[in-house]
């Protein structure tokens, strides 16, 4: 490739088109198809869709996009000190939390590494004060087949389903991705995510010397005959079923 300050010019390329179905495949289909999986994983554009809540509020979630930051940045406006300490076991100030240097690692994803989801209050994206109300990510660890998961939901939103909504997809992202299991933390006073978690098949332990709760699910063994994966095959109908508007 030949590149100047006007111009830039292929001396040597060669381009295979594959049928768009075929795009979003794992390594097995790949080495079946000898379709080459591109160096970066595109936009994840399948999770996006529209959501009703429990209080009958409509929502777009989707994937995080780069140009996400300055609806990130007035997310932290409105979150309050309590779901700050609760998510980040920390009075992480506000100042910190929508730096610029902070949210380039968080609006710009890697997809093969981490998966990032925000819901979006569609009323108000139907004027010109888009709010994001809250966010999921899931994050892999190092070393192991595993990966991380969080979720904040703006206070004013808490108690529509929002949490277990942005939780239910991220499970079905890693079990997609062939994850063996996804774990987090919370404080022993955050019951309502340690209650929901619990329904989506999470087995808590409470670590006495550390104060916190760790939680695990493991997609080896959830047993389909199991209390937890009923609850969990409930949920997954009740919060996965998108709207159409």
């Known amino acids: 490739m030949l590149a100047t ?16 179905n075929m795009m979003d495949v794992d ?3 790949s080495k079946q198809t000898q379709i080459i999986r591109p ?5 994840p ?39 700050v300490y609760t ?12 730096s610029h240097s902070r949210l380039i690692r968080v609006c710009h994803v890697d997809y093969d590494r981490d998966i990032a989801l925000v819901a979006l209050d569609e009323e108000s994206c139907a004027g010109k004060n888009c709010k994001l109300v809250a966010a999921g990510r899931l994050t892999k660890m190092h070393g192991k087949n595993v990966a ?26 890693g079990e997609a991705d062939g994850l ?10 955050n ?25 695990y699910f493991s997609y080896k063994e959830a047993a389909p005959t199991s209390k937890a994966k009923e609850d969990y095959d409930i949920q997954l109908r009740r919060f996965t079923c998108p709207i159409n508007i």
Do not use: C
Request: no cysteine; hydrophobic share 40%; glycine share 6%.
């Open 87 to 98: 998510r980040w076991m920390s009075n992480m100030q506000y100042d910190e939390r929508a």
């Open 180 to 189: 063996d299991g996804i774990e987090g933390i919370v404080l022993p006073t």
């Open 5 to 20: 300050h006007d111009s830039v010019i292929a001396l040597d390329a060669r381009v295979i088109l594959h049928d768009s």
């Open 191 to 215: 019951r309502a995510m340690i209650h929901v978690a619990e329904k989506m098949g999470f087995e808590s332990v409470y670590d006495k010397e550390l104060n916190v709760v760790k939680q």
């Open 27 to 29: 390594d097995e289909v």
């Open 39 to 43: 160096a970066i994983r595109p936009y």
């Open 45 to 83: 554009a399948q999770y996006e869709q529209h959501w009703l809540s429990k209080k009958g509020r409509v929502l777009l979630i989707r994937a995080i996009m780069p140009e996400d930051e300055p609806l990130v940045v007035d997310f932290h406006k409105r979150i309050s000190e309590e779901s």
């Open 148 to 173: 991380e998961f969080s979720v904040l939901v703006e206070d004013d939103w808490q108690g529509e389903g929002l949490g277990a909504k942005l939780l239910l997809e991220l499970i079905k992202h």
